[in-house]
Each structure stands twice: as structure tokens, then as C-alpha cells.
């Protein structure tokens, strides 16, 4: 079936993960922990920061997981309101911060527009919340490109359940087969599987590596900037 959707993750594929994020986690947990950078990094390493590399992990809570997965891992035990509260938090009281470091992989703007010249209907895939991702395409000038911005709280179950291919098929009229996957992570391509979508497309822009994610993937391209070029090819 000819393809005519694609369906962006959005770190590590729109957006430069390790560039915007780990300077983030760094101000923020200092913040949370009364810590130092030191104490900081500590922290971010219970959810995949490789202190080594400066980077996070491929397949990492931080490479790809929900701010309530992340929030788990950074305060375990917590519950209720109090864990609710956290959440809340890292999703909505940073945006200045957001603005100051978010930076985009490249210009994405020449991308998207001629990947819409094309006829196709573009969304975007996350397991940030929707508030978030919504305000990260805003800042950078490229939502109204997208179809829709499908989040983690705007799904049943985030990454890698298929939900998310299924939702975008329900938006924009597309059966499943006819939508494109593009992610730099395990679960991007899982969820290309488990939502039936036609094409599981990698990226190694992100923190995966070529032997990490181009096994579980059709294609694998450098970034999203070879993506008009590959499926004008197919």
C-alpha cells in the first residue's frame, strides 16, 4: 500500500535529545534535590544517563519513556497527589527553561513542507506529554505542519502498544498500512509493528546506534532529512 502518513517520534528525531535535555535535567534535578551537577547526574542515571558519554542510553526512560515512568524512577515510592504533583511539575513549570535550550535536529521547516508538497498528512508520536510536545513544535515554527500531536496522556497506552498508529489512522483517514514510522528508538519501531503500520523507518539521530535499531527497522537513514529522498525511492 503506497504510503501517506508519517509519523514522527519527536526526541531524538525532530528534536536534539541530548543537546536540549540533558542541560534541562541537570538545572531542573539540582533544583528538585538540592544537589550539585554532580548529584544531578547521579540522579539522571537511574533513568538511563550514561555519565561516560554524557548521553542518554539508547532505549533508556530518558531516551524515550513517560514523565510518570521517569517520575517513578526518580522517586520511587511515591503515590497519589504527591506522585501526581511531580508529574505536573516536570510537565508544566519548566517551559522557560524549554525556550532557552530546545533545539531542533536541523531546520525542519524546508523538511516538512516538502514532505507535505508531497500529499502526505504528517503527525507527531511522543511519550512526552501533550502539553509538552505541543509547546516544543510551537517554539520551534513547525505545528501547523502536523496533522495532530499524539501524546502519552492522549492515548490509552503510550509507546510501543500501536495506539498511537491506530489514533493517527483515526484522524487523518489512513488505513494503518498506509503510515510511515520514523523514530530513533526501539520502541518507534515496535510500535510500528504492534499498530500494523506499513513502514518502520530509523533514524540515527538520536542515541541509537546502527546495531541498536536497524535490525528492527525497513530502512535506516542518517536523519529525517533523507526521508523525502527514501520515499520518493520506494
Known amino acids: 500500500m503506497k504510503i501517506g502518513g508519517i509519523l514522527f517520534d519527536k526526541d531524538g528525531t525532530l528534536i536534539d535529545v541530548n543537546a536540549t535535555w540533558v542541560p534541562i535535567y541537570r538545572q531542573v534535578l539540582q533544583q528538585l534535590f538540592s544537589t550539585d551537577e554532580a548529584g544531578a547526574e547521579e540522579v539522571m542515571a537511574k533513568a538511563g544517563y550514561d555519565r561516560a558519554t554524557g548521553k542518554f542510553r539508547a532505549g533508556s526512560l530518558l531516551a ?16 497519589g497527589e504527591a506522585f501526581d504533583e511531580k508529574v505536573y511539575h516536570l ?22 513542507s516538502e514532505l507535505r508538497a508531497m500529499g502526505l498528512k504528517l503527525g507527531v508520536a511522543t511519550n512526552d506529554s501533550h502539553v509538552s510536545a505541543r509547546a516544543h513544535m510551537a517554539h520551534i515554527g513547525v505545528i501547523e505542519h502536523f496533522d495532530d500531536i499524539i501524546a502519552a496522556d492522549t492515548v490509552t497506552v503510550p509507546k510501543p502498544s500501536g495506539n498511537m498508529i ?12 498506509a ?24 533514524v540515527l539521530s538520536g542515541n541509537a546506534a546502527h546495531e541498536d535499531i536497524a535490525h528492527l527497522a525497513d530502512y535506516t537513514i542518517a ?12
Open 166 to 177: 491506530a489514533k493517527f489512522a483515526e484522524i487523518t483517514g489512513l488505513a494503518p498500512a
Open 91 to 112: 510537565d508544566h513549570d519548566y517551559t522557560h527553561l524549554v525556550r532557552e535550550k530546545l533545539q531542533p535536529l536541523m531546520p525542519l521547516e524546508p523538511i516538512l
Open 179 to 202: 503510515i510511515a514510522m520514523v523514530g530513533d528508538n526501539h520502541h518507534d519501531m515496535e510500535e510500528a509493528r504492534n499498530g500494523g503500520a506499513g513502514l518502520a523507518i530509523a
Open 223 to 234: 536523519s529525517v532529512a533523507d526521508l523525502p529522498a527514501l520515499l520518493r525511492s520506494l
Open 64 to 79: 524515550g519513556g513517560t514523565t510518570r515512568q521517569i517520575v517513578a524512577a526518580w522517586w520511587p515510592g511515591l503515590s
